[in-house]
């Protein structure tokens, strides 16, 4: 796989929402593709006095986890580059360190440099070796979340174990980053929040596939066809429960599924907009000319997955046309998010109710 170079976003102002969190975007239009960004380096890191090497420096002489959850602090200064995985970044000279842990029970574990992230400093990669080092890779993530020291770059990933297998936590860098880190490891107890049968659209309906179509993904919006991408947008109305699916795929490039959504209104009005949903996703508020050119995000919502969001995002809807994305936070089949995982999203208005929205805007 050839190196990328990433994109990220840049000025953002982080508001709590419930679970969720909501955050507005000085600059926004670079996480509505598709297809894995070309990657530009996170803005340097290991700003702060480097903390102690903790995880081992080979797989051999791996920090050992002795049960969960679990939590450690270290840095990466000072290690030795000795590993590297495409998540889907490749070609890193940083230095990483390990960690190694045997489940006594088949188990779901996430592990992040994100949360609590409270020393995590710098652009991070995360990887999980069975049983060898190197080996079968049974996770692996690059940029997935933000830790309090450091925006958009930080790195977070579920896993499945089977009990009695040693698996090694490696503690990476993109290209040549290191620094502070906490790393947690967590069982993650699976929640099921499967889409209510009233909804009042059902997106699986229009793309079966999850945007995985040698066609073109029908629900794919500007991702689709960027100069004609009315067909590709799903109409939607004031006061409407979705049922949404989604995933991450590999075709020609690391992939995920991107769901574009139209409400027009016949005046300005305030939206609310909620959304829950297994995996880890992302909800997008997009101003701009409603032209796939001049497209921009105001503001995301972030579901950070297992059924968690209870918080709302609130969208200034204007007269006309308002467009609102849906899509996994991360690319590729091995970020895990496989078809069709739900989503359900809410869209509901102050002021006009459904039997409006058929007049004409002025």
């Known amino acids: 796989m050839s190196t990328r170079v990433k994109l990220g976003l840049m000025g953002v102002i982080v508001i709590c929402a419930a679970v969720g969190v909501v955050a507005a975007v000085g600059n926004g239009n670079l996480m509505l593709g598709a297809t894995a960004p070309e990657k530009i380096p996170g803005p340097g890191g290991g700003a702060n006095p480097p903390l102690e090497l903790a995880g081992g420096e080979t797989c051999a002489t791996a920090t050992?986890?002795?049960?969960?959850?679990?939590?450690?602090?270290?840095?990466?200064a000072g290690a030795v580059n000795n590993y590297d995985q495409a998540c889907?970044?490749?070609?890193?000279?940083?230095?990483?360190?390990?960690?190694?842990?045997?489940?006594?029970?088949?188990?779901?574990?996430?592990v992040s440099l994100c949360n609590p992230g409270t020393a995590t400093?710098?652009?991070?990669?995360?990887?999980?070796?069975?049983?060898?080092c190197p080996g079968t890779v049974t996770g692996c993530s690059d940029d997935a979340c933000s830790s309090p020291l450091y925006n958009n770059y930080v790195s977070e990933v579920q896993v499945t174990l089977n009990a009695g297998t040693t698996y090694y936590i490696v503690v990476d860098g993109y290209g040549s980053s290191s620094g502070n880190y906490t790393l947690s490891l967590e069982e993650y107890i699976v929640q099921t929040c499967p889409c209510p049968g009233n909804s009042d659209l059902f997106e699986a309906t229009l793309d079966p596939l999850c945007g995985n179509d040698p066609a073109g993904d029908p629900t794919g919006g500007c991702n689709t066809d960027p100069a004609n991408p009315g067909p590709y947008m799903i109409p939607i109305s004031c006061n409407m429960t979705i049922c949404g699916t989604t995933s991450t795929f590999t075709?020609?490039?690391?992939?995920?599924?991107?769901?574009?959504?139209?409400?027009?209104?016949?005046?300005?009005?305030?939206?609310?907009?909620?959304?829950?949903?297994?995996?880890?996703?992302?909800?997008?508020?997009?101003?701009g000319e409603y032209d796939c050119?001049?497209?921009?995000?105001?503001?995301?919502?972030?579901?950070?997955?297992?059924?968690?969001?209870?918080?709302e995002m609130v969208v200034a809807g204007a007269a006309g046309p308002n467009w609102l994305w849906v899509g996994p936070t991360v690319y590729g089949a091995a970020a895990g998010i496989t078809c069709p995982t739900e989503y359900i999203l809410t869209v509901d208005c102050d002021f006009y109710p459904v039997e409006l929205q058929s007049l004409s805007v002025e």
């Open 64 to 76: 050992v986890i002795p049960g969960l959850p679990y939590t450690d602090s270290g840095t990466t």
């Open 121 to 132: 400093d710098y652009d991070t990669k995360v990887y999980v070796y069975e049983s060898t």
């Open 251 to 287: 075709s020609t490039a690391d992939s995920r599924d991107t769901d574009w959504y139209e409400l027009v209104l016949p005046g300005a009005d305030t939206i609310r907009v909620t959304l829950q949903s297994q995996a880890h996703l992302y909800l997008f508020d997009l101003s």
């Open 293 to 311: 050119a001049n497209v921009a995000v105001a503001q995301i919502y972030e579901e950070f997955g297992n059924c968690a969001g209870s918080g």
């Open 88 to 110: 889907p970044f490749t070609g890193s000279t940083a230095p990483d360190v390990v960690y190694a842990y045997t489940p006594a029970s088949n188990q779901i574990v996430t």
